[in-house]
């Protein structure tokens, strides 16, 4: 008995699985799914918990994953490169760029983007960047193009 209930709900996963989406309908959207609430409120490229955040998240990474004793000293030269830069119902984001001082006296380019919603759990603001020269796993190559606008 119970091999045939694994094997009904199985096959309703794989039909659910194969089917293509559909926007939700109105007795869906009754069940809070009335779609994105963004108040537009994002830091300015100059905050300085979001700097001290990539600033963290980059000595942590290079520490951690590529055994180097890199670290940002500081970012000057900041500048926004743009803010909603997409369609309206896209995910506000305010993209930034600067330098990075790196602690072995090597200055890289850095381009960042501040995003609402995008923290943890989609509590607050998050933090995408990308130091062109030390982007060494390729997540945002050819030199850092897809962390611009």
């Not at 794989?14 to 007795?27: G, Q």
């Not at 869906?28 to 979001?50: H, M, Q």
């Not at 090597?106 to 995008?118: M, N």
């Amino acid at each position: 008995m119970s091999g045939r209930v694994a094997y009904l709900v199985l096959a309703l996963a794989f039909a659910a699985s194969v089917l293509p989406a559909h926007a939700a309908n109105i007795f869906e959207k009754n069940f809070w799914l009335s779609g994105p609430r963004y108040d537009r409120v994002i830091p300015t490229c100059d905050y300085a918990p979001a700097l001290d955040r990539i600033i963290h998240r980059f000595g942590s990474k290079e520490g951690r994953f590529w055994n180097s004793d890199l670290r940002i000293v500081g970012i000057e030269d900041i500048r926004e490169n743009a803010q909603l830069p997409w369609a309206a119902q896209s995910i506000p984001r305010r993209f930034c760029s600067g330098t990075a001082l790196i602690n072995d006296g090597v200055r890289h380019r850095i381009y960042y983007s501040i995003a609402e919603d995008t923290g943890m759990i989609g509590m607050n603001w998050g933090v995408n960047f990308c130091v062109v020269g030390l982007d060494r796993n390729w997540a945002y190559n050819p030199g850092c193009r897809a962390a611009r606008p």
